[in-house]
């Protein structure tokens, strides 16, 4: 009995088997457990993105309202009466309010939409401006929802009490007018001052059109040698012409851009820079399908950097940008911005919005200088904060320049065509055979050695801070604030 007790206790036969149910038991949790987490990271991706994607409804939403705004407001800019003017802008523009915006492909087998309204926060009577708060939901279904907002204020200027300078106007400066060495002004001048040498003229230089003085000035104002045939019409102005120092706007906070590998795991960004400085990274396209942060934006040996906005306006806020030898090119129906904080460089060839679109780009830029001496081509708005600006060496700007800086020195064969420098504080300087295709407001102007302003297009561009001076065409402006999202309660 013993014998067969201790014999039946060694037999190990069927213990295998017990050892491969408890593997397979055991991986077979380990596979549950693992396939549970892959469901769930699943579904964690995907509501992720369609948070994400509800936020781009909701900013959408805002653009559209925007672009109505902005339509409404164009069609009241002959209203002579400031309360027929705001009383006719807010009948239109609370008409957005409890809209729905629908233009959005199926999403997440939902059809997508945005509800705007509108809400009047100051509605002052005796104030020549009206602000407005914007605030669009965007919804993937019912429950799924973001909401972002805008402020918008409208300006009333009275034109009864505007200075109107004529079409024809070439050069204005609040100060000095002096041309020698063959330098040349196609088109009308002015100044505000009226007592002697307030516009000198001497080696050859000349001014086509007619000449514009301050209020008690004459040809005594105009400083010509003995020699010369002064046969332009002087006429004084009736008052002073402000030129108004147009507001820099704060620039708006973005999540900083997601790391993001091409061809063979390279990284193309990388802790907030990108950089197109490799042959692989060369024609690299960003998708820019919401507003973003960059430490910096590098390109060099000749390579192109595309940017596709869509069919929406984005905005992209970058530390520096140091395009040393390369190219920037949008794509899309959209507009871009880009909020530069500390460096601007342009070297060699290089260039950026190269469609000839000028509208479609506007740059801020904060930091102190900028210096275009070489064959560098821009193409869209620069409004640079309290920047000195050189231009040289057949580089050339297409579109508006904006300063606030003290000097503006334009020289070596640089070829502009600008409907608009406007630089109030600054004195600007033409020489070498610089030629500008467009219209000049400076503090002081000075142009030497065949150095041509021949008149175009003066125009003045919508931008943040209100009118650049008093004397526009239009009794009409606005202004937008930042996108701001208001949190889900």
């Known amino acids: 009995m013993r014998f067969r007790l201790k014999k039946m206790l060694r037999n190990e036969n069927g213990a295998a088997l017990v050892i491969v149910l408890l593997i397979a038991t055991i991986a077979m949790i380990i596979g549950l ?62 008409t957005l309010n409890g809209k729905d915006y629908k233009d959005f492909e199926p999403s997440f087998g939902e059809k997508p939409k945005a509800k705007i309204d509108m809400v009047l926060v100051d509605e002052n009577d005796d104030d020549n401006m009206r602000e407005y708060k914007v605030i669009s939901t965007g919804y993937i279904g019912e429950h799924t ?70 209020e008690n000035g004459g040809s005594s104002s105009i400083d010509v040698p003995d020699w010369y045939n002064l046969t332009n019409k002087i006429i004084p102005l009736q008052e002073t012409v402000i030129l108004n120092r147009p507001e820099f706007p704060s620039y708006p906070t973005y999540d900083l851009a997601e790391d993001t590998k091409i061809q063979d795991g390279n990284y193309v960004i990388k802790n907030g820079n990108l950089s197109i400085e490799q042959y692989w990274a060369d024609n690299y396209t960003l998708q820019l399908d919401r507003d973003m942060a960059f430490n910096s934006i590098s390109l060099s040996s000749n390579y192109t950097l595309y940017i596709d906005v869509g069919n929406s306006d984005r905005s992209i806020v970058v530390n520096d940008l140091d395009i040393k030898n390369g190219h920037i090119v949008l794509k899309g129906t959209g507009k871009l911005t880009i909020y530069i904080r500390d460096e601007f460089n342009m070297g060699a060839g ?117 009118d650049l001076q008093e004397n526009n065409d239009s009794g009409t402006d606005w202004e937008f604030s930042p996108i701001k999202e208001i949190k889900n309660q």
């Not at 781009?56 to 009241?76: D, F, P, W």
């Not at 106007?169 to 505000?192: E, Q, R």
């Not at 065509?417 to 102007?445: H, N, R, W």
Request: hydrophobic share 35%; with cysteine; net charge neutral.
């Open 145 to 214: 929802y973001r909401k972002v907002e805008q402020t918008v204020r409208i300006f009333w200027n009275d034109q009864s009490k505007q200075i109107h300078l004529p079409q024809s106007m070439t050069v204005f400066a609040n100060g000095t007018i002096d041309l020698s060495g063959g330098a040349s002004i196609k088109g009308d001048a002015g100044t505000n001052l009226s007592g002697s040498k307030s516009i000198i003229l001497d080696g050859g230089a000349s001014i086509s059109g007619d000449i514009y003085v301050g």
């Open 350 to 466: 290089s260039t950026i919005n190269d469609s000839k679109s000028v509208d479609k780009l506007q740059v801020y830029y904060k930091g102190a200088s900028l210096k275009l001496d070489g064959a560098q081509k821009i193409f869209g708005t620069l409004f640079a904060e309290n920047t000195d600006i050189i231009m040289s060496g057949g580089s050339g700007f297409i579109g508006t320049i904006i300063t606030l800086g003290d000097n503006f020195k334009i020289s070596g064969g640089n070829s502009t065509i600008s409907q608009l420098i406007y630089a109030p504080y600054a004195d600007v300087e033409m020489s070498g055979g610089g030629t500008i295709i467009g219209t000049i407001f400076c503090k002081t102007f000075k142009a030497t050695g065949g150095a041509t302003v021949i008149h175009g297009k003066n125009e003045f561009p919508n931008l943040p801070g209100g």
């Open 33 to 94: 457990s693992s396939a549970q987490m892959a469901l769930s990271n699943t579904k964690f991706n995907a509501k992720e993105r369609q948070y994400q994607a509800v936020y781009y409804i909701a900013e959408s939403g805002l653009t559209y309202a925007k672009n109505e705004i902005q339509h409404i407001v164009s069609r009241y800019q002959d209203v002579k009466d400031k309360t027929t003017y705001f009383q006719s802008i807010e009948s239109e523009v609370m």
